[in-house]
């Protein structure tokens, strides 16, 4: 079974320009869950989707938005970019079939896009 | 409200000593407790987890973590350190209330000497 995918890998932007990422979750997964990780900050929970409805959602800036598509894939979009932004976004997926508060599901983890804003 | 404080952020043990890290969380409710690690560049990866069946939870890669309720702690062991146990290991705790109640840990970055 392909694992979580997660593209682009790395990516530049400059401040103001606005972002999408995407992620691929395992086949069968219907959870997609997405983390923001900093040296400052750690990881923190942005937003969880499940079949195309978002569930749950960190205490974000509404800059940061999702989707999710019919075949679970998931897309993350960060508009307005500022230097803070600058992280490591994991995404993740699980089966999710147990209900929006069943938080000990394993989750499967991508390698994750390395975003850095100048 | 709920929290995961990992002790150490660095750990150093020589190959085939004993591996220690350390977890302790607070909770209002009974809650689920993971341990992942994270190789560089790398995504990651559930090593066990803690669901209330059992204190003691044998992990993959020869880890296991105990569960002590009194202690409110979720330690990470090993008995015998492998060079490729280096990297880093979150410590998550996760309640009721949906994904918003999983809480990660700063991490410990566990070294090997070899």
């Known amino acids: 079974k392909a694992g979580v995918t997660q593209t682009p890998r790395y990516l530049i932007k400059t401040r103001g320009q606005q972002v999408t990422l995407s992620c691929s979750p395992i086949?069968?997964?219907?959870?997609v869950s997405w983390y923001q990780q900093t040296p400052g900050q750690g990881l923190q929970f942005l937003f969880e989707?499940?079949?195309?409805?978002?569930?749950n959602k960190g205490n974000f800036p509404g800059r940061f938005s999702g989707r999710q598509f019919s075949n679970s894939r998931s897309e993350m979009n960060v508009s307005t970019l500022e230097l803070g932004d600058s992280a490591l976004y994991l995404c993740?997926?699980?089966?999710?079939?147990?209900?929006?508060?069943?938080?000990?599901?394993?989750?499967?983890f991508g390698s994750g896009t390395q975003l850095s804003v100048l | 409200a709920q929290s995961v404080t990992q002790l150490d952020s660095h750990v150093s043990v020589s190959e085939g000593t004993p591996v220690l890290l350390r977890c302790n969380y607070s909770?209002?409710?009974?809650?689920?407790l993971f341990w992942y690690v994270q190789h560089p560049n790398k995504g990651l990866q559930l090593l066990l987890k803690?669901?209330?069946?059992?204190?003691l939870v044998k992990g993959i890669n020869g880890f296991e973590a105990e569960f002590k309720k009194s202690e409110t702690s979720f330690h990470l062991t090993k008995p015998s350190a492998h060079m490729s146990d280096a990297a880093e290991y979150f410590c998550?705790?996760?309640?009721?209330?949906?994904?918003?109640?999983?809480?990660f840990g700063t991490g410990t970055k566990l070294q090997v000497i070899p």
């Open positions: 909770s209002s409710y009974s809650p689920s």
């Open positions: 803690y669901t209330s069946a059992a204190t």
């Open positions: 086949s069968g997964h219907r959870s």
């Open positions: 998550v705790v996760s309640g009721a209330g949906g994904y918003q109640k999983v809480t």
């Open positions: 993740a997926s699980s089966l999710g079939g147990r209900g929006p508060n069943a938080t000990n599901e394993k989750l499967f």
């Open positions: 989707y499940f079949s195309e409805t978002q569930r």
